[in-house]
């Protein structure tokens, strides 16, 4: 197993539900993506994960905002991917590899912060039905940390009315990885410890 597999997955109150009875404006449709996002503290959620070859993972993803998440892949994937918070970590158990960069540095960054820009980074995408509002964000002056498209549907009661369908990562190579989530729960209690990680790599004893 090598990172490179899995890279394209980086290369993100209670309010009253709405149910638009009309189409919405672009800037309608963003704001309620944004009322949406504020609204959720924490999330909990099964994954698939299909890359561009067809090649399809699943997991348990836990989210807590600001800069937290969790994606625990099936049993024989020994792979873990973290963000505490200031960084995000992918450790590979098989290989003994760790690998860190800056959240700001991935395409996740607007899934995991709500203070996100969505105004200035993110655009609405045409969808063929007014219940679906596709989202996509990027930085203009950094295509390195690539492109998230993320897809939120309606749903009565579900915080500002929708739920996270799930993305598309797009890297700056334009290699793709959709996410899918299914099983979604909404501001619950989640662990303290869900976003620490065990270190495989060998300790250096001093000689």
């Not at 963003?30 to 503290?41: G, L, P, T």
């Not at 590979?92 to 540095?105: C, G, S």
């Not at 959709?178 to 004893?205: E, H, M, Q, S």
């Amino acid at each position: 197993m090598t990172f490179s597999k899995f890279a394209l997955l980086f290369a993100p109150v209670a309010l009253v539900a709405t149910t638009p009875s009309i189409a919405q404006s672009s800037s309608e449709q963003m704001a309620r993506v944004v009322q949406h996002m504020k609204a959720v503290a924490t999330m909990s959620a099964t994954f698939s994960q299909t890359d561009r070859s067809g090649g399809t993972l699943t997991g348990k993803l836990l989210l807590k905002r600001p800069g937290q998440v969790r994606f625990e892949y099936q049993k024989d994937v020994p792979l873990l991917i973290v963000a505490d918070g200031r960084a995000l970590t992918m450790v590979d158990y098989e290989v003994k590899q760790v690998q860190r960069w800056p959240i700001r540095n991935s395409p996740l960054a607007a899934l995991l912060d709500p203070g996100q820009d969505l105004a200035r980074f993110g655009k609405i995408l045409p969808t063929s039905t007014k219940e679906v509002i596709s989202v996509e964000v990027r930085d203009p002056n950094r295509p390195e940390y690539g492109t998230i498209t993320m897809i939120f549907v309606d749903k009565p009661g579900a915080p500002g009315g929708l739920t996270l369908n799930g993305w598309v990562a797009l890297d700056s190579k334009n290699n793709r990885t959709t996410i899918r989530l299914n099983n979604i729960t909404y501001n619950g209690a989640i662990a303290k410890n869900a976003f620490t990680w065990k270190d495989p790599r060998p300790v250096r004893r001093k000689s």
